[in-house]
């Protein structure tokens, strides 16, 4: 029986594959393969698995109902791990209806399919974004969610009731994940660690939005695949849980950071600060330490470096 990544030819998904098959599991893939950024980059993502004979790919979107219950009905699906979603907080500001459709639409509709296929037990990927413009650091499972603050934010909550709510009618076993700002090779390339570098590496500004005083919870790759592969083999019926570094660097030490590693030095433009940008993400990750055994062992220093080892060879010149 097969394990269903969707969204499993973007950054996270294809790290999740790639740690998988390594584990000798068989990975059945959907991605639509859009052009929310060059679609090249999510095929090169999948070509080093394609050979595997514990591999398929499938290419479609979750948005067709009926091709989604296809997919359910000619596998065998043992779990789910849904990570299909149009991201970004400032391009939802944008197309608001598209995010409700892929974001809410699309997961109700792999709800609809874990339901009426008997696959019981889900991972949902869902976003440190949600909590919006929360006074209290850091953030907790227990805080409301009152203060949203873009329409990706919104469709993410959503997608966590809609979650609870199959729980509760129908026994899945779901386990809610917030990623706090991941980053890593492969890095989707409008994301601002990879925006940053790629900026510094060809002597070209970098949009600085705030006085840089702003603060983000970033966290490595390899520390969200051990989450979710301790959540997928969990026993857990149903919780929300934080996956995040559980510390903080501001928006200029980053910069900074980023150009040491290059050994270049950052051009800096300031703007005003975009609407649906959050002053900070700080992850409490007490609840997945407890339940999951989560522990992150990348700190930004050593995953930054990292990463502009990995662009240097993949993507520098």
């Known amino acids: 029986m097969a394990i269903l990544i969707t969204g499993g030819a973007g950054f996270i998904g294809s790290h999740l594959t790639e740690r998988l098959l390594s584990e000798t599991e068989e990975i059945l893939c959907i991605d639509n393969f859009n052009d929310f950024y060059d679609p090249a980059i999510k095929r090169c993502n999948v070509a080093r698995f394609i050979d595997n004979d514990n ?16 997919v359910f009905q000619k596998h065998s699906i043992k779990s789910v791990v849904h990570l299909a979603a149009r991201a970004g907080v400032r391009p939802s500001l ?81 386990v809610a994940l917030r990623f706090f700002t991941v980053y890593g090779p492969r890095q989707r390339p409008e994301m601002a660690i990879h ?60 910069i900074d950071l980023i150009q040491k590693n290059m050994g270049k030095k950052a051009k800096i433009k300031k703007y005003s600060l975009q609407p649906g940008d959050v002053p900070i993400t700080y992850a ?17 220093q050593e995953g930054i470096f990292r990463f502009c080892q990995w662009y240097k060879t993949e993507c520098g010149n």
């Not at 591999?55 to 296809?70: A, F, Q, T, V």
């Not at 409700?100 to 639409?105: I, P, T």
């Not at 409490?284 to 930004?300: C, M, N, R, T, W």
């Open 55 to 70: 591999y398929k790919l499938l290419e479609g979107d979750i948005r067709n109902k009926e091709w989604i219950n296809e």
């Open 195 to 254: 925006k940053f570098t790629r900026a510094v590496n060809m002597g070209k500004e970098i949009p600085m939005y705030g006085d840089g005083t702003s603060r983000r919870d970033y966290t490595f790759i390899d520390d969200i695949i051990n989450g979710i592969v301790a959540s997928l083999r969990s026993s857990l019926k149903y919780e929300v849980l934080n996956l995040g570094e559980s510390d903080t660097i501001q928006l200029i030490d980053l």
């Open 94 to 174: 944008t197309e608001p209806y598209l995010y409700e459709d892929v974001n809410v639409f699309g997961t109700l509709n792999i709800l609809e399919a874990c339901k009426d296929h008997n696959v019981d037990k889900m991972i949902f990927g869902s976003s440190s974004s949600v909590y919006g413009i929360n006074s209290k650091v850091p953030f907790s499972e227990e805080d409301p969610l009152q203060k949203p603050i873009s329409p990706y934010a919104t469709t993410k909550i959503t997608g966590e009731m809609l979650c609870h709510t199959y729980h509760h009618l129908y026994g899945i076993r779901i």
């Open 284 to 300: 409490s990750i007490e609840k997945a330490k407890k339940l999951i055994g989560y522990s992150p062992k990348v700190s930004i």
